[in-house]
């Protein structure tokens, strides 16, 4: 059974900084994409960040562009999301995902679209 772990969040000052990892286990990544979402309070969940395994491919939404980096190590099978500069509107319970398999185009950036989830790390930014 996959796990997905996430860890670091807490909380910052805006304009502070956060690094969250997300260590997974129980299967096999290398064919998948990892990604970072964050659902605030009353609102949708929605993508933040992805990665491909080979790191040839990273999406990023708008709002963290940069301010954010994302990466993974595929050796020890971590996904890390580094959040500089951070603002109120940053405050979220954010998740890392998996995609089981590959797939075509742009990369997913739908919820529907990754297989596995974590249980979330809470980040509240101060103003």
């Known amino acids: 059974q996959v796990q997905l772990v996430e860890s670091g969040g807490g909380l910052v000052q805006a304009g502070g900084s956060l690094r969250l990892s997300c260590a997974a286990s129980g299967g096999t990544f290398s064919s998948t994409v990892m990604g970072w979402f964050r659902q605030a309070p009353g609102k949708d969940r929605e993508f933040v960040a992805a990665i491909t395994w080979r790191l040839n491919n990273i999406r990023y939404t708008d709002s963290v562009k940069g301010r954010s980096t994302i990466s993974r190590d595929n050796a020890k099978n971590m996904l890390y999301l580094q959040m500089n500069s951070l603002k109120s509107e940053d405050t979220a319970v954010y998740y890392c995902?998996?995609?089981?398999?590959?797939?075509?185009?742009?990369?997913?950036?739908?919820?529907?679209?990754?297989?596995?989830w974590g249980q979330g790390t809470q980040v509240t930014v101060s103003s």
């Open positions: 995902a998996a995609r089981r398999g590959g797939y075509s185009g742009a990369i997913p950036v739908r919820g529907n679209e990754y297989d596995y």
